[in-house]
C-alpha cells in the first residue's frame, strides 16, 4: 500500500504544481502581449498645440491631457473619433488605444475665432 500511496502523492503534489505554474505562464505571455501605455501632455495656447507630434506604436493605450493656457480650445483626432472641448486654463484626460497603424491628424474643432483653423498636429502610429 506504501507505493500506491506515494505515487497518488506524487501525483497530486505534480497536479499542484501545475495549478501554480501553468497560469503563471499564462500571465506571463499575457502581459507579454499586452499594449503599452503611453501618456501624454498636449498644451494649446496661442493657437497652436505642444508638440505638434506624438509618435506610439500601434496596440498602444494612449492617455491624452490636454490643457489650455489661455482662451478655449477644441481637440479632435477624427480616426478615433475623439471630439474633446478644452476649457480655458482648463484641461482634459481622456485615453484611446492606437489600433490602427497611420498618420493621423488633430486639430481644433472650434470656430469662434479663424486662427483655430491653423491649429494642427500629427498622430503617428508605427505598426508593430
Known amino acids: 500500500m506504501k507505493p500506491q500511496r506515494r505515487s497518488i502523492g506524487i501525483l497530486l503534489m505534480t497536479a499542484?504544481?501545475?495549478l501554480v505554474v501553468i497560469p503563471a505562464l499564462t500571465r506571463l505571455?499575457?502581459?507579454e502581449q499586452s499594449p503599452n501605455r503611453r501618456e501624454?501632455?498636449?498644451t494649446a495656447r496661442d493657437y497652436r498645440f505642444n508638440p505638434d507630434?506624438?509618435?506610439v506604436t500601434q496596440d498602444d493605450l494612449v492617455k491624452l491631457t490636454v490643457k489650455s493656457e489661455d482662451v478655449p480650445y477644441g481637440f479632435t483626432i477624427d480616426h478615433y473619433r475623439v471630439s474633446k472641448r478644452i476649457p480655458a486654463g482648463g484641461s482634459v484626460?481622456?485615453?484611446f488605444r492606437a489600433d490602427g497603424a497611420g498618420q493621423y491628424e488633430y486639430y481644433s474643432n472650434?470656430?469662434?475665432d479663424p486662427r483655430h483653423g491653423q491649429m494642427k498636429g500629427q498622430l503617428v502610429v508605427q505598426a508593430r
Do not use: L, W, Y
Open 53 to 55: 507630434r506624438i509618435q
Open 40 to 42: 501624454f501632455t498636449i
Open 110 to 112: 472650434m470656430t469662434s
Open 16 to 18: 499542484a504544481a501545475g
Open 29 to 31: 505571455r499575457a502581459q
Open 93 to 95: 484626460t481622456f485615453e
